[in-house]
Structure formats: structure tokens, C-alpha cells
């Protein structure tokens, strides 16, 4: 439990690295690493510095081998949020597209009929003020997309001014070439540099021709999603699940984190994605369902039982897979690690 509250207090806005040792006489040996810092141990006997500087360069959570120990290296994704300045047609399919793709949003407008068709619409959170005023109730940070999509150009501009200094993933906004052009002049004649301002992302979203608001919504959005997955990070360590384990209603329940730590060929799910499996058989998340699930899970409750950790290898690829009803053709390591 110790991990789980170090992760949960971990700063998001820096580089936060879990090391776990998964096979050897060392297994489940871990550290967080928070910009090169260790802010957790539970193994000192460990040669950590021998590890930490095995760590690959692409930053890509995966599996390495180093000195006949199977060590997997997870990169933690960042907590996104999006940010959306007027609550038009296209704000709405935003809206929905963020609820699909399992993103938080807020919407942001002085009108109070627009504010409620983005409550309807099913924004997390609505904020009917100036955009002055509720931009400067938003901190942001490196995990925060903003998009402009205002009714007119000096609400654009007033959005761009409060938002540009505030740290953020992506700023992207709408308008014609002589309407951004005019923004953009403008508010570098108040002393924003010109470098800054090159990174707002302008005509906002992929060039697919959209024309309708959904389409420009779907542009928008797949722009974002462009962005967020050049970064860093395959980690599944949301806070939804941290905090599912640890919740007064499970955290005296045995428990294991079950954790695909490499893939090869085709698999349901990415490396780093997690379920937890719970002693009374309840589950939190999924590593992709089917009789692996099945299997995994009986694992699982093995371990629980053993207080031991297990590396599993599932292969998908086989006669006897195929049996089985597994169509995705790859193979997996699992990690099981039981937890109280």
C-alpha cells in the first residue's frame, strides 16, 4: 500500500518511473524514480544505480533483461484534461468525442443557454462566467489541452492571452487565416514572444476538410490525440484505479495487480494496461477479457492465497489458442503481484 500512496502523491508533472524487479531471487524489488529521484524503496540491497542506467532511451514502458533478472520499466502516463473556451455546435460533438475517449472536460462560456446544452452534452465540469474569470480558476498543466473555439475573435483573444502563459499539452484555435493572424499580432505587440505563440495550433485540427461542426470536432480531436500519443507514457496507474484499491470498501479485501508487462504480435491490450483482482472475485478494470482474463484471474487468486508474485507468459499464437477462441495471435507477459 506504501507504492499506491507514493504513486497518488506523486508530482504528474514530472517524469515518474516505476521499476519492478519480476523474476530472480530479487522479484518484486521496486522503486519510483520522479526526475531521476528515488522517492520509493522497498529493497536498499538492491544495485538500483546498475538498473536505473539500463533504462531506455525511448521511454517506452517495456521488459528488460539484466544480469538473468527480468526487470520491467514503467513509464507513467499523465492525467489529460481538455479545456474548451465557448460552447457552440462544434464545442458539443467535443464534448461527446472527450466522453468516448474517456476525457475529462470542461467547458467554459458567458452564456448561460450554451453553458447548459454542455451540461446536457455531458461535460464534466461547466463554468458560466467571463472567460476571464473562469480561465483564471484554471491552472493548468502539462497534461491540459486547451481549445478556442469562441463566437468571435476578441473572445479568441482574451482566451489566448489568459491561456498562453499557462502550462499546458496543447493550445489549439479556430478562425480564419486574417482572424489568427490578428490574435496572434496582437498579442505579441503585448510582449508575448513569437516563439510561444508558433506553438498554438492554428488553422485548429487535422487538415481533413472538415465543414461541419462534427467534422471540424472530429479534426480537433484527432490532432489531440495526435499530440498526447507522441508523449511519453503507457502506464495504466490511473487515479480511478489507485483509488479503487485503496477505498474503505475493498482496501481490507486480499488483492493482486495484474499487470501485461510485454506483448509481441497482435493482443487485446497495450503493455502497462492493469485490472485488479479482488480475494471476494470482483475486478476492477480488464486486460482485454476471454478466457486469458479467465485464466489470469485464476492466477491471481493462487497468488493471493501464496502471498507470491508470478510472471505468466500467455501465448495466443498456438492450435490450442485458437481452440480457445483467441483471435488476436500474439503473446503476453503478465505480472502478478499480490497486494493487502
Not at 484554471?138 to 481549445?147: A, H, K, S, Y
Request: aromatic share 4%; glycine share 8%.
Amino acid at each position: 500500500m506504501e507504492l499506491l500512496k507514493a504513486l497518488l502523491n506523486a508530482d504528474k508533472s514530472k517524469e515518474n518511473i516505476v521499476i519492478t524487479i519480476v523474476s530472480g531471487s530479487n522479484i518484486n524489488s521496486k522503486i519510483i524514480l520522479s526526475d531521476g529521484e528515488i522517492i520509493y524503496s522497498n529493497n536498499e540491497k538492491v544495485n538500483w544505480k546498475l538498473i536505473i542506467n539500463a533504462v531506455p532511451k525511448n521511454k517506452k514502458s517495456q521488459l528488460i533483461s539484466l544480469n538473468k533478472e527480468k526487470i520491467y520499466i514503467e513509464f507513467l502516463k499523465k492525467e489529460y484534461n481538455v479545456v474548451v473556451c465557448g460552447a457552440g455546435h462544434i464545442s458539443i460533438s467535443i464534448i461527446n468525442m472527450c466522453k468516448l475517449l474517456e476525457l475529462p472536460v470542461t467547458v467554459i462560456d458567458d452564456r448561460i443557454t450554451f453553458t447548459n446544452n454542455a451540461k446536457r452534452a455531458g461535460a464534466d465540469n461547466v463554468i458560466c462566467e467571463s472567460f476571464e474569470k473562469a480561465l483564471d480558476k484554471i491552472t493548468g498543466d502539462n497534461g491540459t489541452f486547451f481549445i478556442i473555439v469562441t463566437r468571435g475573435h476578441r473572445y479568441d483573444q482574451i482566451c489566448l492571452e489568459k491561456i498562453i502563459e499557462k502550462e499546458n499539452s496543447y493550445i489549439g484555435m479556430i478562425g480564419s487565416k486574417v482572424r489568427v493572424r490578428k490574435v496572434l499580432d496582437y498579442i505579441e505587440e503585448q510582449g508575448v514572444s513569437r516563439e510561444k505563440l508558433n506553438k498554438v495550433y492554428t488553422p485548429i485540427g487535422l487538415n481533413i476538410g472538415a465543414e461541419t461542426p462534427a467534422e471540424i470536432a472530429v479534426a480537433i480531436m484527432a490532432q489531440i490525440i495526435e499530440v498526447k500519443n507522441k508523449e511519453i507514457g503507457s502506464s495504466n496507474y490511473s487515479d480511478e484505479l489507485l483509488n479503487g484499491i485503496i477505498d474503505e470498501s475493498t482496501k481490507e479485501i486480499p488483492k493482486a495487480i495484474v499487470t501485461i508487462v510485454s506483448r509481441k504480435g497482435s493482443a487485446p491490450r497495450e503493455v502497462g494496461t492493469k485490472m485488479i483482482v479482488l480475494k471476494d472475485g470482483s475486478m476492477i478494470g480488464t486486460i482485454g477479457g476471454g478466457c486469458v482474463e479467465a485464466s489470469i484471474r485464476q492466477i491471481a487468486f493462487q497468488c493471493i492465497e501464496n502471498d507470491k508474485c508470478q510472471l505468466v507468459q500467455v501465448d495466443m499464437t498456438g492450435r490450442e489458442a485458437e481452440d480457445e477462441g483467441m483471435v488476436c495471435g500474439g503473446i503476453v507477459e503478465i505480472y502478478v503481484e499480490p497486494i493487502l
